[in-house]
């Protein structure tokens, strides 16, 4: 039985919303992670420099998709005024015996720049895919990764998720 992809976009953000959650709030409250004022676009390119960060704490060779990070709503919020960007995208390691190798080297390397680890050990999947969880209060960001190793191309499945933005003022946020 597969997961349809579905479920897990909707899932992977929920649970990155837990993660983004009140230990980072600087000006905004209902629990809502507040990062700043910015551009959607602005904001965007921010949360793919943290995943080009992460990236580069993988150590082994391979590719990634070439996914864009795109723009949700912040819950309980006015859409036309807050959100927050979600990157999802994929590792392919060179050699599938290098995935194990990119999950370990992530583990250890994440913490050392400023990600802390909320969770890590298989999810409820038949696969029991290995998924590591960290949240990174200083650039109020959160990542949900699964290591896959027994789909056809094996790979780590990553989401970088951003705390809520507020659009500058006269603004809308602009959804893509």
């Known amino acids: 039985m597969k997961i349809k992809l579905g479920v897990l976009t909707a899932a992977v953000p929920l649970a990155l919303t837990t993660l983004t959650g009140c230990s980072m709030n600087d000006e905004e409250s209902d629990d809502v992670a507040y990062v700043g004022t910015s551009t ?15 990236y580069d704490l ?9 996914n864009r990070a795109g ?75 699964a290591k896959m190793p027994k789909r056809e191309r094996p790979k780590l499945s990553l989401t970088v998720v951003s705390g809520c933005y507020k659009v500058p003022e006269g603004q809308k946020v602009d959804h893509f």
């Not at 959607?40 to 420099?49: L, R």
């Not at 990600?115 to 109020?140: C, F, H, M």
């Open 71 to 145: 723009v949700e709503g912040c819950a309980g919020k006015d859409s036309d005024t807050y959100f927050k960007i979600v990157h999802p995208w994929s590792f392919y390691p060179a050699s599938p015996g290098d995935l194990d190798t990119a999950m370990r080297h992530l583990k250890e390397r994440l913490p050392e720049h400023g990600w802390k680890i909320v969770e890590y050990g298989p999810d409820t999947s038949k696969n029991r895919n290995i998924v590591l969880i960290a949240d990174n209060d200083a650039q109020k960001a959160g990542v949900h990764i």
């Open 40 to 54: 959607s676009h602005d904001a965007a390119d921010t949360v793919e420099k943290i995943s080009s960060g992460i």
């Open 58 to 66: 993988i150590g082994v060779k391979g590719e990634t998709s070439d």
